[in-house]
């Protein structure tokens, strides 16, 4: 279960003590006991250092602290071109409506999708979850959204599927075919499209686990959003639902009724809604690199969240507006802007996603049983994993009881 409130703040339950270790089998997790213990069990004669036998490989922590890996549940990982001319735009005034009418946006990034090829979606793809894991994401949920068509739509669910095929980063695909509307169709036969041809398409191809809309005014309204993601469920896909970026329009509340493990973006949703999803078992996800992209205040209730206690997590949103995937970065706007202990933004960026995740070889813990997705901090203190926006704080990342990344630099 997520935590919320004053669990959120409970450190003594929450953080082991310096001078732990832990033993790792098969992958997972097995024991956690103070060092002295561990070591005259099972290695009496080790002094110290990294050391591989025949029987165990040890590894020397060297006094770093150590966190559950990133699970980063909000990203836009499969897209080709470039969109950096619309910085300048947003500085003389343009709103992001007023940059999708001019052609950029997401139809910019839409046809420059369509024409790349699967191979180069894919390597693409592939790079940029490696840079994910060397900022110690260790999850990863990852969106279509880039086609607006069946072809490409399928396509880019197809890189996905081969991201996650070679790539140590547990991958998580969500259709997010009902991403914006194409120019070349009517909205009442794109949403035809979605239903009765995309959709069954995905479904047959196992292509994806979540399905994803962007409900905002403009964008797909209540009772659109409401026809795709029933009909999508019927088919076995769980939705995830973009809600609530630029007003409340009762995206949330929306979102927890039709059973949605999240909510995304959710700076403008009620605290009707909010408390609504948080009984309800509905993750609000904050997304604060947007709003900073953006050149927007970064003003969300997050301190009300705790206060409430409204269980609640962060995300990248990786996308071509916000390219970070740094979840590091995105505890540190939390942290340095909004006075957010960096404990609780650790598990907003750990155990709380973890829970939106239906792949139960994820867990955003480090405990008994759960499978050994640890990060290694350059610091000596936990908190220290969202205090370097300029620089990695991570030392190195296993998965699954592997070293996936050993980064040589600070």
């Known amino acids: 279960m997520p935590l919320s409130g004053a669990e959120m703040t409970d450190f003594d339950n929450l953080i082991y003590q310096p001078g732990y270790a832990i033993i790792i089998e098969k992958g997972i997790i097995s024991k956690i006991s103070n060092n ?23 590894i020397d922590a060297r006094q770093s602290a150590l966190t559950p890996g990133f699970v980063d549940s909000h990203s836009h990982l499969v897209w080709s071109g470039d969109r950096s001319n619309e910085l300048s735009l947003r500085q003389n005034g343009k709103s992001y409506a007023d940059i999708s009418k001019l052609g950029g946006g997401i139809k910019k990034t839409v046809n420059a999708t369509r024409e790349e090829s699967l191979k180069s979606l894919i390597d693409t793809s592939l790079r940029r979850a490696d840079i994910a894991i060397s900022l110690g994401t260790t999850t990863l949920e990852v969106k279509s959204g880039y086609g607006l068509n069946n072809l490409t739509e399928i396509k880019s669910l197809k890189a996905i ?14 259709w997010l075919g009902a991403h914006d509307f194409p120019d070349d169709k009517l909205r009442s036969d794109y949403i035809d499209e979605l239903i009765n041809i995309q959709l069954p398409n995905i479904v047959e191809d196992n292509l994806a686990k979540y399905v994803d809309v962007f409900c ?28 609530d970026e630029f007003i409340d329009s009762g995206g949330l509340k929306l979102a927890t009724e039709l059973g949605s493990v999240s909510g995304d973006h959710v700076a403008y949703s009620s605290d009707e809604s909010r408390s609504f999803a948080s009984s309800n078992n509905t993750m609000q996800t904050f997304l604060p690199g947007t709003p900073y992209v953006l050149g927007k205040p970064i003003s969300l209730p997050i301190t009300q969240c705790i206060d409430e206690s409204w269980s609640f997590s962060i995300a990248s949103d990786f996308n071509p507006n916000c390219p970070s995937l740094s979840l590091p970065f995105v505890g540190s706007l939390l942290s340095h802007r909004l006075n957010i202990d960096p404990i609780i933004s650790l598990i907003a960026a750990t155990r709380n996603p973890a829970t939106t995740i239906l792949d139960k070889s994820t867990t955003g813990c480090l405990n008994v049983g759960a499978p050994a997705d640890i990060n290694f901090l350059w610091s000596n203190y936990i908190s220290g994993w969202c205090q370097t926006p300029g620089m990695n704080p991570i030392c190195k990342t296993m998965i699954n009881g592997n ?8």
Request: net charge negative; proline share 5%; glycine share 6%.
């Open 216 to 243: 905002e005014p403009g964008w797909y309204t209540a009772e659109e959003t409401e026809i795709i993601v029933n009909e999508s469920k019927k088919l076995g896909l769980t939705p995830r639902l973009h809600v």
């Open 36 to 58: 002295e213990e561990i070591i005259n069990e099972f290695v009496p004669w080790f002094q110290g250092g990294d050391i591989k036998t025949e029987e165990y490989n040890i």
């Open 161 to 174: 599927d081969e991201v996650s095929k070679n790539s140590s980063c547990k991958i998580n695909p969500t």
């Open 403 to 410: 070293i996936v990344n050993s980064n040589k630099v600070i």
